[in-house]
């Protein structure tokens, strides 16, 4: 685990770090995304930007108080403002896959921008250094969280860190995760629950295959189950879900002469939020009936929490209709924590992670002033 | 690939290996099988053995010509008769497991020995061992292989080399292969075909799971098809033959969040001796219609041949009813060549390459009664 690299879960103000990179938070916020995109920051290599990020709020932003946690960077305004919005933006990315330096194609409302953390989601930090520079006299206290390792498993997940350590900074009453939702809301987020089946068998050579029992052959009525499964598709708070089961991996096999005598299915499970991880356990558990599974890893998901004043209010801000987050994100530690949470960022989340990821500048700046409207 | 150790394809009379260990061929077969056996021959590693082979054929049968060839040691005589017998056995065994010494229990009609190779196949090459030394003046012209490499890949297997190297030592009108056939004529050998079958999808995230096309739910009708088929049992010659179809590995997956794209099942398909493999691969084509299926390998199996009047003698003299052989052995490559070839050795072919290898050592004594009855 990474530790606070100057002693304590935090350091506040005083000690700029020593800097390669400038970043001009009051750039338009397109130039921002590019000059983030291009200073790499693979997951557990984000140093050098959490660096470029803290002096650029240090020097920039001189109305929030700053912590530096690891390799996260806080941020807040301490305005006696009756509500406090969070917003999360995490610094990592997955790795470069020959998508950098970052290029543009296109012009005006059809200009793109290409690379490696575009969607995913640097112009979504881009947006919001940009309210945390531009907006000194906000309408609601604000705290902002830049953070580390949200790409690898949960597990190294900055934020795991930052609430053991400095768990007031996660107090708030509504939370908007950047991440790329095409520049709406998208409001709670599906639960995931991974399971693994296995079935077991007898060896036997192939010669005499009647002496044992095939336990891949065995498999067949799991496969039979996931290909008859009917998914889910949920309305909450007005907005869609679609439930999934699917088989992520199998495996089977001895030798090329024996009858297998085990063989894995692994299953992944994605629910809405109107069921708990408990609930969803029980569903495999029923649709799996008669086999021999083992629960491997899960979590919850997020109601939408649309009804609360500040979601609303953001709701009204962004325009357009909130639909419903698919993927599991940092929405749910959110939600987990009693606030309302929504991932409101530029960019298709079904670029993600691709090496043709890019987003549409419009998207950034849009994102950006129905911000700023929603916080003035 | 070794070659010759001592110049030219084979190496004559005159030159005795130095050995460590010395053989009594004149001894019960039980214990010359005990001796073997406690001469550790794993493939790859045979030549102490086939040194302690060599000289005892040397110094104990000379009415045999010898021949060395790599770790093979070649033996006949050249007495005019109308016909030749081939006998075969390899020397090397399976990896030890914790197996060796020899050790045995019971007694008498009992008795039982243990140890790596006890059944495949020490007794059987004592068997021949015992009859090279005991009958200078056969009814038949012998020819005795006892070679290298049978339990590995079948390119390493020594009787390739020979064929290459000294192709008239495999001439003949009648091939005995010493493997376990619990003392009775397994004659003919089943074929076996390996192909590996692939359904292929298209990727997506497990949250959005119906923008791709899951490639191990698309492997259930290659399991619902293995399933359901029911293999057939043909008898020819009088023996019962009893074909398969088996999985034999699965494998998928890309990512615990990813709908996978790819799914390969590999089969192994053993077939009857009245099909040849062209056919085999065109019935395995036929049952995995409709779906991507490559050959892997495959070997041809080998009709029984029991009608030609050496097979008909050793019928009769073995006594009982010959078996039909399920599993694929060195038999076939005898086949191959035109000869009638059976498998007649001690011991059960369930229990080879298993550590509790035993083989009751009446079966030894039996064997070595039925052949030299067969041969005087």
């Given at each position: ?14 000690s700029l770090p ?37 002096h650029a709020l ?14 996260a960077v806080l ?302």
């Amino acid at each position: 685990m990474r530790r606070c690299r100057r002693g304590g879960p935090g350091t506040a103000a005083g000690s700029l770090p020593r800097v390669t990179d400038l970043l001009d938070l009051r750039a338009d916020p397109v130039e921002l995304t590019a000059a983030l995109v291009d200073i790499p920051s693979v997951s557990r290599d984000e140093r050098r930007l959490a660096d470029a990020v803290e002096h650029a709020l240090r020097t920039q932003a001189p109305h929030l108080e700053v912590v530096r946690n690891g390799e996260a960077v806080l941020a807040r305004t301490n305005l006696g403002r009756a509500s406090r919005v969070l917003l999360a933006g995490h610094l990592d990315t997955v790795p470069i896959n020959d998508n950098l330096p970052s290029r543009r194609t296109g012009s005006g409302a059809d200009e793109v921008l290409h690379g490696c953390g575009t969607v995913d989601m640097k112009g979504g930090d881009a947006v919001l250094l940009h309210v945390a520079a531009a907006l000194p006299e906000p309408r609601h206290d604000l705290t902002f969280l830049f953070y580390d390792c949200e790409e690898i498993a949960a597990e190294h997940n900055g934020l795991n860190r930052i609430e053991r350590e400095l768990p007031d900074w996660l107090d708030g009453d509504l939370a908007i995760v950047g991440e790329p939702s095409n520049a709406s809301i998208e409001a709670g987020c599906q639960g995931t629950l991974r399971v693994e089946i296995r079935t077991s068998g007898a060896r036997a050579h192939t010669a005499r295959a009647w002496m044992g029992e095939n336990a891949i052959h065995g498999a067949e009525p799991i496969l039979r189950r996931l290909l008859d499964y009917v998914p889910r598709q949920p309305v909450i708070d007005g907005l869609q879900y679609h439930e999934g089961l699917q088989a992520v991996r199998i495996e089977g096999g001895v030798a090329g002469n024996v009858v297998p005598d085990s063989c894995l299915v692994a299953v992944n499970h994605r629910f809405a939020p109107d069921k708990s991880l408990a609930e969803a356990e029980a569903h495999v558990r029923k649709v799996f009936d008669g086999f021999d599974l083992t629960v491997v890893d899960g979590s919850g998901g997020a109601l939408p929490g649309l009804g609360s004043p500040a979601a609303a209010e953001l709701v009204a801000a962004a325009g357009g209709e909130p639909v419903a987050k698919l993927g599991w994100t940092d929405v749910a530690r959110f939600a987990a924590r009693g606030l309302p949470a929504v991932n409101f960022g530029p960019g298709s989340p079904t670029l993600a992670h691709t090496q043709q990821e890019n987003v549409p500048t419009a998207q950034i700046r849009s994102c950006a002033e129905a911000l700023t409207r929603f916080l003035s």
